[in-house]
C-alpha cells in the first residue's frame, strides 16, 4: 500500500536555527514528490516537485532534496514567516483506478519564534 | 487569474440536510479534485475529474457525488449531512493527472450539527 509519513509533527525552532523535515514514502513507481506550504486557513500552496532521487529544489530559504526512499525539506536560517505547516505528497506510478492521485502525508507544523 | 474559488468559506448545517459545495478554476485545467481535511488524518481525496464529464472515486467517497458539465466547475454535493462530515473541504486543480502540481482553494469549513 503507498504510504507518506512525516516527521516530526511538530518542530519549534528560534529563528535563523537550521533545521530539516522529513518525508519517508512507499510507492509503487514515484512519479513525483510535492511539497507544499499551509497557512492557517487557507489552502495548501505548491512549492516544489521533484521527480527522480538525486533531483534537489530551492527557493529562498528552503531546499528540497529526494532520495529513493524519503525527501528533506531542509529550512536555513528560518523567520517567523516561515511558520506554517509543509504537507509532502507522492502520485504513484500506475495510473489504473486511483493510482496517479496525490496521497499526502499528515504535515509538519513549525513554528519559528523571533 | 482568480485560481481556484471556493464557496461558501464557512457553512452550519443540520443532519439530514443536502448542500452544494461550489467549486470553480479559471486556469483551463483539465484536473480537478476534492479533499477533505481532519485533524491528525491529512487530506484525504473524496472525487476527482480528469476532464468534462468524466468522474471517479478518491478514498473516501461515501455521502458525496459530484458532477463535471464544464472544464471550469467541479460542485460537490452532500446528500443528506452526517457530523461525521465535519471537517474542511478542499478543492483543487492540475493542468494534468501527470506530475503536474496542484492548485488549492482557501477551502469550506464545514459544521454538520
Redesign the interface.
Same mark, same amino acid.
Given at each position: 500500500e503507498d504510504q507518506v509519513t512525516q516527521s516530526p509533527e511538530a518542530l519549534r525552532l528560534q529563528e535563523g536555527e537550521s533545521s530539516s523535515l522529513n518525508c519517508s514514502y512507499t510507492v509503487s513507481g514515484l512519479?513525483?514528490l510535492?511539497w507544499?506550504r499551509q497557512d492557517p486557513? &487557507?489552502?495548501?500552496?505548491?512549492l516544489f516537485?521533484l521527480?527522480s532521487a538525486g533531483e534537489e529544489k530551492e527557493k529562498e530559504r528552503l531546499k528540497a532534496t529526494l532520495t529513493k526512499k524519503e525527501s528533506f525539506l531542509h529550512i536555513t536560517a528560518p523567520k517567523p514567516e516561515d511558520s506554517a505547516t509543509y504537507?509532502c505528497?507522492v502520485?504513484a506510478g500506475n495510473?489504473g483506478?486511483?493510482q496517479?492521485?496525490?496521497i499526502?502525508? &499528515?504535515?509538519t507544523k513549525l513554528s519559528v519564534k523571533p | 487569474n482568480a485560481g481556484?474559488t471556493q464557496t461558501p468559506k464557512f457553512q452550519v448545517l443540520k443532519t439530514g440536510q443536502s448542500m452544494t459545495l461550489q467549486c470553480a478554476q479559471d486556469m483551463n485545467h483539465e484536473y480537478m479534485?476534492w479533499?477533505r481535511q481532519d485533524p491528525?488524518?491529512?487530506?484525504?481525496?473524496i472525487h476527482?475529474s480528469v476532464g468534462a464529464g468524466i468522474t471517479?472515486?478518491?478514498?473516501v467517497p461515501n455521502g458525496y457525488n459530484v458532477s463535471r458539465s464544464t472544464t471550469e466547475d467541479f460542485p460537490l454535493r452532500l446528500l443528506s449531512a452526517a457530523p461525521s462530515q465535519t471537517s474542511v473541504y #478542499?478543492c483543487?486543480s492540475s493542468a494534468s493527472?501527470?506530475?503536474s502540481?496542484?492548485? #488549492?482553494?482557501?477551502?469550506t469549513r464545514l459544521t454538520v450539527t
Open positions: 512519479r513525483g510535492f507544499y486557513g &487557507k489552502g495548501p500552496e505548491f516537485t521527480y504537507l505528497a502520485q495510473y483506478g486511483s496517479g492521485n496525490l499526502f502525508g &499528515k504535515g | 481556484v479534485s479533499y491528525g488524518m491529512g487530506l484525504r481525496l476527482y471517479d472515486q478518491g478514498e #478542499f483543487a493527472r501527470q506530475g502540481p496542484l492548485h #488549492f482553494g482557501n477551502g
